[in-house]
């Protein structure tokens, strides 16, 4: 009897995992193995790395089959990614310093810019996700399709080389933030206060919180910046790091109206 149930159990066993297996052939049609092989570049040789690259930790929670995530290959991802970019920059800026192509680097590889890079791909038509989160991640949840867009990288990485990954990472990351440059904007506005208070021999400037509003889970801020006992600016955002930078956005606004720059 012990044998028959052991049996049984191995047959259902079996059974579940072809079931699980069906399951993600179903969301990852050979249509839409064509439709990647087209983003990508290239005809994929070993389809594994792309599942796994597209298998966010949460599918695991309903498929036990499975037992890795994308995490493994975002890590690696991340890496080819960080090489591409600075030996493009290396040879963009021959006579720039190694300031200057560390920030230009961090913008180009940071969680925004992968995530627009993700939605301008669709890649989330592609993720495996739990039915939990699939409703949140449709609504847009910008930090899966980051983790995503590197792990795909890394997949990329492993079945079609350096040259695939750099072929990749130039189409979807640096030549649409290339084009208009504003990839060399500087958008840390608090940095950029600080330089105008130092170079003008001024007080550094202060934030102070005046306002929070709404509830727990959805908080905004007003945040005010002062340079000594004057107030500059003000700024508003979800969190006190980005009202911060507004009100120091709109500070440097005010110094240029206002001819304050030539102090």
Same mark, same amino acid.
């Given at each position: ?105 961090? &913008?180009?590889?940071? %969680?925004?810019? *992968? @995530? /627009? =890079?993700? #939605?301008?791909?669709?890649? +989330? ?12 991640? &449709?609504?847009?949840? %910008?930090?899966? *399709? @980051? /983790? =995503?867009? #590197?792990?795909?990288?890394? +997949? ?108």
């Amino acid at each position: 009897m012990s044998k028959i149930l052991s049996w049984l159990f191995e047959k259902l066993k079996q059974r579940e995992v072809r079931n699980k297996s069906k399951y993600v052939s179903r969301l990852l049609t050979p249509q839409k193995f064509h439709k990647l092989e087209e983003l990508v570049g290239f005809n994929i040789k070993n389809r594994s790395y792309f599942i796994q690259a597209l298998m966010h930790r949460s599918f695991l929670e309903q498929n036990s089959d499975y037992d890795v995530s994308n995490e493994r290959l975002e890590f690696l991802g991340d890496s080819v990614l960080s090489l591409v970019v600075a030996e493009y920059l290396f040879e963009e800026f021959p006579e720039k310093d190694e300031g200057f192509l560390t920030k230009v680097r961090a &913008k180009l590889v940071n %969680r925004i810019a *992968l @995530a /627009d =890079a993700a #939605e301008k791909i669709n890649l +989330a038509d592609f993720i495996l996700v739990s039915k939990n989160l699939f409703n949140t991640f &449709k609504n847009g949840s %910008r930090t899966v *399709l @980051a /983790d =995503a867009t #590197e792990a795909l990288i890394g +997949a990329v990485y492993l079945d079609n080389g350096l040259a695939g990954a750099k072929g990749f990472i130039h189409k979807v990351l640096i030549e649409p933030n290339s084009k208009d440059g504003l990839y060399l904007v500087d958008e840390n506005f608090k940095s950029q206060l600080l330089e105008y208070a130092q170079a003008n021999k001024l007080e550094n400037p202060v934030y102070t919180v005046i306002k929070e509003e709404g509830p727990q889970h959805n908080r905004i801020f007003t945040i005010k910046v002062e340079i000594g006992e004057n107030e500059f600016g003000r700024g508003k955002g979800r969190n006190k790091k980005s009202a911060e930078q507004n009100a120091a956005q709109a500070a440097l606004q005010k110094i240029f109206n206002e001819g304050l720059h030539s102090l």
